[in-house]
T-cell receptor, first 114, second 113 residues
Framework: DVKVTQSSRYLVKRTGEKVFLECVQD?????MFWYRQDPGLGLRLIYF???????EKGDIPEGYSVSREKKERFSLILESASTNQTSMYLC?????????????FGPGTRLTVT | KNQVEQSPQSLIILEGKNCTLQ??????????LRWYKQDTGRGPVSLTI?????NTKSNGRYTATLDADTKQSSLHITASQLSDSASYIC????????????FGRGTSLIVHP
């Protein structure tokens, strides 16, 4: 079974702090994604990566950056956390050879910025 | 612009009853459509995947249908259980090498005893 893990289930940070969210997948997938999910808005793509050291902006990259130094790990960075970044953050991955494009999701990180 | 619309936004039913969730999409070209179930506080988990040539797929008490001509899909839940309470998300992929799917906003289902 594909396993996507995220470093924290719940996180509380203060405004202005630098926040790191880690995602690790164990199936050698090339493609990895970071989404945020808010009530009534569904999942919105923040950044994605096709391979190591490669990154592309999604629909809402402002206030975020990412790092992909190893194939299995994709990090989301909030440079200076703000209250409007309080959200559920979901990581997902897909293998490059996937014909179904099915995304495998991690359990999510509920981030609260106070 | 690719879009996926789901209805209803929320639904409350009694345990044991059936229900049907709807998904309309304008994604082109079409590769496949998936239904995910997301329990509160958890990541989405795939229920069914359908390609252009498939019009029905079942997974236990969940049955998804696809009409590629009208660009509509439905998810039918039979004999609902309390554990079916969750958000159900319709996701459509365009294919053509694009790994970026289009997500619906989900239908929140609550099953009452």
């Amino acid at each position: 079974d594909v396993k996507v893990t995220q470093s924290s289930r719940y996180l509380v940070k203060r405004t202005g702090e630098k926040v790191f969210l880690e995602c690790v997948q164990d199936m050698d997938h090339e493609n990895m994604f970071w989404y945020r999910q808010d009530p009534g808005l569904g999942l919105r793509l923040i950044y994605f990566s096709y391979d190591v050291k490669m990154k592309e902006k999604g629909d809402i990259p402002e206030g975020y950056s990412v790092s992909r130094e190893k194939k299995e790990r994709f990090s989301l960075i909030l440079e200076s956390a703000s209250t409007n970044q309080t959200s559920m953050y979901l990581c997902a991955s897909i293998p490059r050879t996937s014909g179904s494009y099915e995304q495998y999701f991690g359990p999510g990180t509920r981030l609260t910025v106070t | 612009k690719n879009q996926v619309e789901q209805s209803p936004q929320s639904l409350i039913i009694l345990e044991g009853k059936n229900c049907t969730l709807q998904c309309n999409y304008t994604v082109s070209p079409f590769s496949n459509l998936r239904w995910y179930k997301q329990d509160t506080g958890r990541g989405p988990v795939s229920l069914t995947i359908m390609t252009f040539s498939e019009n029905t797929k079942s997974n236990g008490r969940y049955t998804a249908t696809l009409d590629a001509d009208t660009k509509q899909s439905s998810l039918h839940i039979t004999a609902s259980q309390l554990s079916d309470s969750a958000s159900y998300i319709c996701v459509v992929s365009a294919g053509g090498g694009s790994y970026i799917p289009t997500f619906g906003r989900g239908t929140s289902l609550i099953v009452h005893p």
